[in-house]
């Protein structure tokens, strides 16, 4: 499957923004999808995943309550909705699936989107 990670932006500290990713050339529900993100000179980071079905969802504690992971497996495409956004929330994030599981180690995921940039200005 191909991912494509959409939505990044500019914004302030306390803004909102949502993330895309949208998948092509697979089968879209038969994957597992997380969202990762990677700041400048630091390791990539697990932010939020969510199982094939949307049943399950997980988050990095940094995020939870401000960020909301979701899809919709008729369209292809997953979000992550992501509110009282801060400075450290700046990176890099990317999309990614997963055949088998769910897991909070981006080294497990088989499939990934090229990125899309959020700043968050203070």
């Known amino acids: 499957v191909q991912l494509q990670a959409s939505g990044g932006g500019l914004v302030q500290a306390g803004g909102s923004l949502r993330l895309s990713c949208a998948g092509s050339?697979?089968?879209?529900?038969?994957?597992?999808m997380g969202w990762f993100r990677q700041a400048p000179g630091k390791e990539r980071e697990f932010v939020a995943s969510?199982?094939?079905?949307?049943?399950?969802?997980f988050y990095a504690d940094s995020v939870k309550g401000r960020f909301t992971i979701s899809r919709d497996n008729a369209k292809n495409t997953m979000y992550l909705q992501m509110n009282s956004l801060k400075p450290e929330d700046t990176a890099v994030y990317y999309c990614?699936?997963?055949?088998?599981?769910?897991?909070?180690?981006?080294?497990?995921?088989?499939?990934w989107g090229q990125g899309t940039r959020v700043t968050v200005s203070s």
């Open positions: 990614a699936g997963n055949q088998a599981s769910i897991p909070r180690d981006y080294r497990l995921y088989d499939y």
């Open positions: 050339g697979g089968t879209f529900s038969s994957y597992g």
């Open positions: 969510i199982s094939r079905s949307g049943g399950s969802t």
